[in-house]
């Protein structure tokens, strides 16, 4: 036990500072101040809706714009800042320069990384807990319920980023600079939602007769198995639709346990990338 | 290992990872589609209950009689709900117990049902299922041929139900300007992105069902054209109505834990608009078993009463009474109906003594029925609000009618009729009656709602036997 904890100071002091550099970066707040903007006005939209709320029925689509909007603001700006800030951590020390001091003290490149890793988890989760408390407060206004079926829906979502983060940061460990990364990130986010295409082929090509149709359709195939499918984690959306208190149905039971895995054995797979490529980086 | 050859260890690792990952992705399909079977398995099971039959020309009404064939000895430990029809499967039966969902749920994604399942998937796959239409599970559409293909809805990256949202507002927007005619297309859109939108289900149907409609002209019964589909004669109206029904049922299929789409289908179309009390119980029946609002079983009571069962309806309000005591309309309401009860017992009483050749027990009976008429009448005076008058006059009325005073009769009847708008047509109907039995001439109002009467029993391309069936009721309400 001792020795796993000797092992990870390095790293934690390592995500520690990385944590402390990344709340400070400039883009990111923008983007955090953007969010929360998006989804502070959110609860507002109510007043506008009022025009819209027909005669005297009794409707929710205030408290469901509220959810909607709330939900696609925290992905899309999650994933912007896990996207930027996985994209960036290892890059800028290279530009800087600080990498080469860290990597002369007695820190393994397993345990830099691991570090660095770590840290941009801590802010990316610092980040989505910060929207997802005002969501949450949001919905508790407009609610006057507890809404904690939301926070299976931030779990999620979590896992969700969590994939991309480990591909853009293994993307970002080939290069000197963020921008290729982050291009890259924003890829692996649309193919990750793309995914569900190859099946699609795959299905279309079950029919045809032409040998590279069906080798083409194979081929989908074995690609659906093995990339991620980032639309698996689409129940977050689904969640939101029952009512905040009800307790979660045996099926999606069912399959939150199994997301989860399914988001930690593709991040590990992504970190494993990261760390190929970085011990072999001539640094 | 790893100082030795780094590369085939980590080539290793990230392989077991990936292969981590597809097992769970595979898995995660697996549950998916298990899902999807259980969604479908519940929209089917609501269609058997309610005996809807849209789904005919589809796969789903064959494929889940089979299901149920080997279901039904499954569910012997599933809690049935009390006084229910014995035609209905039991699979159908136990999910209208909430607490069976689990069941069931493991019943779709076990080994019992896996074939079906399979099959399932395949017609889904192949656009031959009518219940799923609208399953917006994107790894189960995929490779779905016609509407809803993963096109479609990979497209907005998950964000479907903004742009439903968004696309609702514009449905708005089309509400103001009234342009009525764009808002229908583009609300089914915004259901087929959202599926689970049910504001957009409540709405659109208020919409077709009474905005569209609020303009339109009445068209008497006779000019009505009969509908196969609807078993009813539609007018340009009741076109609406029906098309706000059939969008409530889809919303119930998507989302069949939903008491909204239940009362809005319940009361909002069958008892406002149609005026089919027993379709309104049937669904507000469903919306009560659903987790609710506290007003949802008082309009079930209320339709209860309609409908003429009043020991049901009572049986309610003393429930509701045990909920919420602070609530006036509880006693006002148990009031009222224990009167109606004892009306009717009076009423029954004495058509037993009428036909009865027994001396003794027609003395009896017409005893039973002065008394129940008395303790009906007693809470009529005591209850003192307009409703409880004009019943009070309608039991005067009745009495004079029995001694011959037809004039008096009519004239209590008529004063009835205008304290309580709810009574008028019974009302009316009962000064026609008196009037006939006693000779008096007929307003031209009331000879007008005599032929309207006749007329209303047969509309164009009616059918003979629901003809028959028509007459059949009016020549009963007319005695």
Same mark, same amino acid.
């Given at each position: 036990?001792?020795?796993?904890?000797?092992?990870?100071?390095?790293?934690?002091?390592?995500?520690?500072? *990385?944590?402390? =550099?990344?709340?400070?970066?400039?883009?990111?707040?923008?983007?955090?101040?953007?969010?929360?903007?998006?989804?502070?006005?959110?609860?507002?939209?109510?007043?506008?809706?009022?025009? *819209? *709320?027909?005669?005297?029925?009794?409707?929710?689509?205030?408290?469901?714009?509220?959810?909607?909007?709330?939900?696609?603001?925290?992905?899309?700006?999650?994933?912007?800042? *896990?996207?930027?800030?996985?994209?960036?951590?290892?890059?800028?020390?290279?530009?800087?320069?600080?990498?080469?001091?860290?990597?002369?003290?007695?820190?393994?490149?397993?345990?830099? +990384? +691991?570090?660095?890793?770590?840290?941009?988890?801590?802010?990316?989760?610092?980040?989505?807990?910060?929207?997802?408390?005002?969501?949450?407060?949001?919905?508790?206004?407009?609610?006057?319920?507890?809404? /904690?079926?939301?926070?299976?829906?931030?779990?999620? /979502?979590?896992?969700?980023?969590?994939?991309?983060?480990?591909?853009?940061?293994?993307?970002?460990? /080939?290069? /000197?600079?963020?921008?290729?990364?982050?291009?890259?990130? +924003?890829?692996?986010?649309?193919?990750?939602?793309?995914?569900?295409?190859?099946?699609?082929?795959?299905?279309?090509?079950? =029919?045809?007769?032409?040998?590279?149709?069906?080798?083409?359709?194979?081929?989908?195939?074995?690609?659906?198995?093995?990339?991620?499918?980032?639309?698996?984690?689409?129940?977050?959306?689904?969640?939101?639709?029952?009512?905040?208190?009800?307790?979660?149905?045996?099926?999606?039971?069912?399959?939150?346990?199994? +997301?989860?895995?399914?988001?930690?054995?593709?991040?590990?797979?992504?970190?494993?990338?990261?760390?190929?490529?970085?011990?072999?980086?001539?640094? | 290992?790893?100082?030795? #050859?780094?590369?085939?260890?980590?080539?290793?690792?990230?392989?077991?990872?990936?292969?981590?990952?597809?097992?769970?992705?595979?898995? @995660?399909?697996?549950?998916?589609?298990?899902?999807?079977?259980?969604?479908?398995?519940?929209?089917?099971?609501?269609?058997?209950?309610?005996?809807?039959?849209?789904?005919?020309? #589809?796969?789903?009404?064959? $494929?889940?009689?089979?299901?149920?064939?080997?279901?039904?000895?499954?569910?012997?430990?599933?809690?049935? &709900?009390?006084?229910?029809?014995?035609?209905?499967?039991?699979?159908?039966?136990?999910?209208?117990?909430?607490?069976?969902?689990?069941?069931?749920?493991?019943?779709?994604?076990?080994?019992?049902?896996? &074939?079906?399942?399979?099959?399932?998937?395949?017609?889904?796959?192949?656009?031959?299922?009518?219940?799923?239409?609208?399953?917006?599970?994107?790894?189960?559409?995929?490779?779905?041929?016609?509407?809803?293909?993963?096109?479609?809805?990979?497209?907005?990256?998950?964000?479907?139900?903004?742009?439903?949202?968004?696309?609702?507002?514009?449905?708005?927007?089309?509400?103001?300007?009234?342009?009525?005619?764009?808002?229908?297309?583009?609300?089914?859109?915004?259901?087929?992105?959202?599926?689970?939108?049910?504001?957009?289900?409540?709405?659109?149907?208020?919409?077709?069902?009474?905005?569209?409609?609020?303009?339109?002209?009445?068209?008497?019964?006779?000019?009505?054209?009969?509908?196969?589909?609807?078993?009813?004669?539609?007018?340009?109206?009741?076109?609406?109505?029906?098309?706000?029904?059939?969008?409530?049922?889809?919303?119930?299929?998507?989302? &069949?834990?939903?008491?909204?789409?239940?009362?809005?289908?319940?009361?909002?179309?069958?008892? !406002?608009?149609?005026?089919?009390?027993?379709?309104?119980?049937?669904?507000?029946?469903?919306?009560?078993?659903?987790? #609710?609002?506290?007003? %949802?079983?008082?309009?079930?009571?209320?339709? $209860?009463?309609?409908?003429?069962?009043? !020991?049901?309806?009572?049986?309610?309000?003393?429930?509701?009474?045990?909920?919420? &005591?602070?609530?006036? %309309?509880?006693?006002?309401?148990?009031?009222?109906?224990?009167? @109606?009860?004892?009306?009717?017992?009076?009423?029954?009483?004495?058509?037993?003594?009428?036909?009865?050749?027994?001396?003794?027990?027609?003395?009896?009976?017409?005893?039973?029925?002065?008394?129940? !008429?008395?303790?009906?009448?007693?809470?009529?005076?005591?209850?003192?609000?307009?409703?409880?008058?004009?019943?009070?006059?309608?039991?005067?009325?009745?009495?004079?009618?029995?001694?011959?005073?037809?004039?008096?009769?009519?004239?209590?009847?008529?004063?009835?009729?205008?304290?309580?708008?709810?009574?008028?047509?019974?009302?009316?109907?009962?000064?026609?009656?008196?009037?006939?039995?006693?000779?008096?001439?007929?307003?031209?109002?009331?000879?007008?709602?005599?032929?309207?009467?006749?007329?209303? %029993?047969?509309?164009?391309?009616?059918? !003979?036997?629901?003809?028959?069936?028509?007459?059949?009721?009016?020549?009963?309400?007319?005695?």
């Amino acid at each position: 036990m001792s020795a796993v904890l000797d092992y990870m100071r390095g790293p934690w002091c390592i995500a520690v500072y *990385t944590w402390r =550099e990344g709340i400070r970066k400039k883009t990111l707040v923008g983007f955090l101040i953007l969010s929360l903007l998006v989804i502070f006005g959110a609860s507002f939209m109510s007043a506008f809706l009022d025009q *819209t *709320t027909v005669g005297n029925a009794e409707t929710d689509l205030d408290l469901k714009l509220i959810k909607d909007i709330c939900v696609t603001t925290i992905s899309i700006f999650g994933m912007l800042i *896990t996207i930027f800030i996985s994209a960036s951590v290892v890059p800028n020390e290279v530009e800087n320069k600080v990498i080469y001091t860290v990597l002369s003290k007695p820190v393994r490149r397993m345990q830099y +990384l +691991l570090g660095k890793f770590m840290g941009v988890q801590m802010i990316v989760l610092a980040n989505l807990l910060l929207m997802a408390g005002l969501f949450f407060a949001a919905i508790w206004i407009k609610q006057e319920a507890m809404p /904690t079926l939301l926070l299976w829906s931030v779990l999620l /979502t979590y896992f969700e980023f969590l994939v991309v983060s480990a591909f853009t940061f293994a993307v970002s460990c /080939t290069s /000197t600079s963020a921008v290729l990364p982050t291009i890259a990130g +924003l890829f692996i986010y649309m193919t990750g939602n793309l995914t569900e295409y190859l099946k699609d082929v795959n299905n279309r090509s079950r =029919e045809a007769t032409d040998f590279f149709q069906r080798f083409v359709g194979q081929a989908a195939e074995w690609l659906y198995n093995i990339l991620p499918n980032l639309q698996k984690f689409s129940l977050k959306n689904y969640i939101l639709d029952l009512q905040p208190n009800d307790p979660l149905p045996s099926e999606m039971m069912d399959q939150i346990p199994n +997301l989860i895995l399914y988001g930690l054995a593709y991040a590990i797979a992504g970190y494993v990338i990261a760390y190929w490529v970085f011990r072999r980086k001539e640094l | 290992m790893m100082n030795k #050859h780094p590369n085939i260890t980590l080539g290793l690792l990230l392989a077991l990872f990936v292969a981590l990952g597809a097992i769970q992705g595979q898995r @995660l399909d697996r549950l998916f589609e298990a899902d999807a079977f259980y969604k479908w398995i519940i929209a089917a099971a609501t269609d058997e209950r309610y005996g809807w039959a849209e789904a005919l020309e #589809h796969a789903d009404p064959a $494929l889940y009689k089979e299901v149920v064939a080997v279901a039904d000895p499954l569910l012997q430990d599933a809690k049935m &709900p009390e006084g229910e029809q014995d035609a209905i499967s039991r699979l159908s039966k136990s999910l209208q117990e909430r607490e069976n969902d689990k069941l069931v749920y493991e019943l779709a994604k076990g080994n019992d049902l896996a &074939p079906f399942r399979a099959q399932f998937l395949e017609k889904l796959r192949g656009g031959d299922l009518y219940y799923t239409k609208d399953l917006s599970y994107s790894a189960v559409m995929s490779g779905m041929e016609g509407e809803g293909s993963v096109s479609i809805f990979n497209l907005f990256f998950g964000f479907r139900k903004v742009a439903a949202n968004f696309m609702w507002l514009q449905v708005d927007r089309y509400w103001h300007m009234g342009h009525l005619y764009k808002m229908v297309p583009l609300m089914k859109t915004c259901v087929l992105l959202d599926p689970n939108f049910i504001d957009a289900y409540l709405l659109g149907a208020w919409h077709l069902g009474y905005n569209a409609t609020a303009a339109m002209e009445y068209t008497p019964i006779p000019l009505r054209v009969w509908s196969d589909k609807y078993q009813d004669c539609l007018g340009e109206q009741e076109k609406y109505y029906y098309l706000a029904i059939d969008f409530l049922k889809d919303g119930i299929r998507n989302n &069949p834990r939903n008491y909204k789409l239940f009362f809005d289908l319940g009361f909002g179309m069958y008892r !406002e608009k149609l005026n089919d009390i027993d379709n309104a119980v049937l669904y507000l029946s469903e919306a009560v078993r659903l987790p #609710h609002e506290r007003w %949802v079983p008082r309009m079930l009571y209320k339709c $209860l009463e309609e409908q003429g069962e009043y !020991e049901k309806a009572l049986d309610g309000w003393k429930e509701n009474q045990k909920r919420f &005591p602070e609530n006036d %309309v509880n006693d006002r309401s148990m009031e009222r109906l224990a009167g @109606l009860i004892a009306e009717r017992r009076a009423a029954q009483a004495l058509e037993k003594a009428k036909v009865t050749q027994d001396e003794a027990e027609r003395a009896r009976l017409i005893a039973e029925s002065e008394a129940a !008429e008395k303790e009906a009448y007693d809470i009529w005076v005591k209850m003192d609000e307009p409703y409880a008058l004009a019943r009070k006059l309608r039991i005067d009325a009745i009495n004079r009618a029995e001694e011959g005073l037809y004039l008096e009769a009519v004239s209590y009847l008529d004063k009835a009729r205008f304290e309580v708008g709810s009574l008028f047509d019974e009302l009316s109907d009962l000064i026609i009656k008196y009037k006939q039995a006693g000779g008096l001439p007929l307003s031209v109002s009331e000879k007008k709602a005599l032929v309207r009467d006749e007329e209303s %029993v047969a509309c164009i391309g009616m059918p !003979e036997a629901e003809k028959q069936k028509r007459v059949e009721a009016l020549k009963k309400r007319r005695s």
